[in-house]
Structure formats: structure tokens, C-alpha cells
């Protein structure tokens, strides 16, 4: 069974940062990509960032470009998003996702990025990331 287990998050002031931790479990193929998703209240959750399984492909969404980074530790199949400069508008619950049987970021990029949230197929429980002023 394919589980799915985030933490990290928090509170921070504008300027901080958090690291969100996903740790992964229940299978063994390295073709998968590891996602993060955020919504905002009463919005729909918006794609953040992307890793493969490898690492060799990752992607940012533009409105967190240059602040945030992704990773892998492969040996604890864990993933790593480390939020740097986090402003308010970063406020929202945020989802890490895991899509088996995907090796790169860019099968999300070769369509409308709406249907990103669509395609993955195991997601954590959400951690709420809250960015005072």
C-alpha cells in the first residue's frame, strides 16, 4: 500500500523559511515524480513544484521560481521543499503527491498545467504554512 506522509510547515514571518518534508513508502520503481500542490481558501489547489524520482527532472511554478528548492533524499524516499523568502501570498495548506509510472516533470508541462492535480495518484494529508506580515 502506497503511503504518503508529510510534515514540516508552520508559522513563519514574511522573509523566512520552512521546509516541508514528504516521505514516501509501499513500492519500488524509481519512475515516479514527487509533487507539491498548495490551495488557498476556497481556491483550487495550484502546482508548486516537481521532482522525479532520480532528481534529474524538477519544476517550479513561476510564482515561487528562485525561493523555493526541491529535492530527494532516496535513501529515506523522501522529498525536501525548502521555502526560502516566504511572503503572505505563500499562505495556504499545501499537499505533497506522489504519480507512480511518471520519470520526468515535463509529462505535467506537455499539457494544461490545470489538469496537473488531476494525474497524480497519492497524496499526503496537507500541512497548513501560514506567513505573517
Known amino acids: 500500500e502506497v503511503q504518503v506522509v508529510q510534515s514540516g510547515g508552520g508559522l513563519v514571518q514574511a522573509g523566512g523559511s520552512l521546509r516541508l518534508s514528504c516521505a514516501a513508502s509501499?513500492?519500488?520503481?524509481?519512475?515516479?515524480?514527487v509533487n507539491w500542490f498548495r490551495q488557498f481558501p476556497g481556491k483550487n489547489r495550484e502546482g508548486v513544484s516537481c521532482i522525479s524520482g532520480t532528481g534529474a527532472s524538477t519544476y517550479y511554478a513561476d510564482s515561487v521560481k528562485g525561493r523555493f528548492a526541491i529535492s530527494n533524499d532516496n535513501t529515506k524516499k523522501t522529498t525536501y521543499l525548502q521555502m526560502n523568502g516566504l511572503k503572505p501570498e505563500d499562505t495556504a495548506v499545501y499537499y505533497c503527491?506522489?504519480?507512480?509510472?511518471?520519470?520526468?516533470?515535463?509529462?505535467?508541462?506537455?499539457?494544461?498545467?490545470?489538469?496537473?492535480?488531476?494525474?497524480?495518484?497519492?497524496w499526503g494529508q496537507g500541512t497548513q504554512v501560514t506567513v505573517s506580515s
Open positions: 503527491a506522489v504519480d507512480l509510472g511518471v520519470s520526468s516533470c515535463n509529462f505535467y508541462l506537455r499539457q494544461d498545467l490545470r489538469a496537473w492535480t488531476y494525474e497524480v495518484d497519492y
Open positions: 509501499g513500492f519500488t520503481s524509481e519512475d515516479y515524480t
